[in-house]
């Protein structure tokens, strides 16, 4: 009986957190979210995706 409890818990921690993720999943992207590099004023943290010193890596490779 003493394990029976903290399975129960872990089981409904697990599916809380199943239920929250479809849920996240299946909501729509807000207008005006796809393009967010538009807004990006290059903070200092370097290994962003949307800095533009990784921009411009990205094309040196492409090209």
Known sequence: ?????PL???GFLGGMYAS????NLKTPKPEGCED????CASCSISTCGLHPD???LI???KS
């Open 59 to 61: 094309v040196e490779v």
């Open 20 to 23: 929250a993720y479809y849920l």
């Open 54 to 56: 990784s921009k411009k």
């Open 36 to 39: 967010v590099d538009v807004s």
């Open 8 to 10: 129960l818990f872990l």
């Open 1 to 5: 009986m003493q394990f029976i409890a």
